[in-house]
Nanobody
Framework: VQLQASGGGLVQAGGSLRLSCAASGRSFSSYVMGWFRQAPGEEREFVASIGRIGGNSYYADSVKGRFTISRDNAKNIVYLQMNSLKPGDTALYYC????????????????????WGQGTLVTVSS
């Protein structure tokens, strides 16, 4: 599967952005989808994930209550709605796909995702 992320940009603190990740290929509904991010000089970190049919969503504590992950299996797209953005959210955001169990420890680990998009940059100004 190939992934194409979009929707990043420059936004002021407190603003919102919606990231999209379009998947090509068949069997999109077979994949757990995740969003990760990497800030300059830091390691890639888990942001959110969603199960194959939209259940079992997990969030990093730092984004819980502000970000919402969703997916449209008919359109092969996964979304990340980001509200109340903070400067600390500034990073390159990657979408990822993988076949894995629904356990949170599995879905929050980057190495369990076999496919990655190219990343979309989110910059939040103070």
């Amino acid at each position: 599967v190939q992934l194409q992320a979009s929707g990043g940009g420059l936004v002021q603190a407190g603003g919102s952005l919606r990231l999209s990740c379009a998947a090509s290929g068949r069997s999109f509904s077979s994949y757990v989808m995740g969003w990760f991010r990497q800030a300059p000089g830091e390691e890639r970190e888990f942001v959110a994930s969603i199960g194959r049919i939209g259940g079992n969503s997990y969030y990093a504590d730092s984004v819980k209550g502000r970000f919402t992950i969703s997916r449209d299996n008919a359109k092969n797209i996964v979304y990340l709605q980001m509200n109340s953005l903070k400067p600390g959210d500034t990073a390159l955001y990657y979408c990822a796909a993988g076949i894995m169990s629904s356990m949170v420890a599995i879905q929050t680990t980057a190495r369990n995702y076999a496919y990655w998009g190219q990343g979309t940059l989110v910059t939040v100004s103070s």
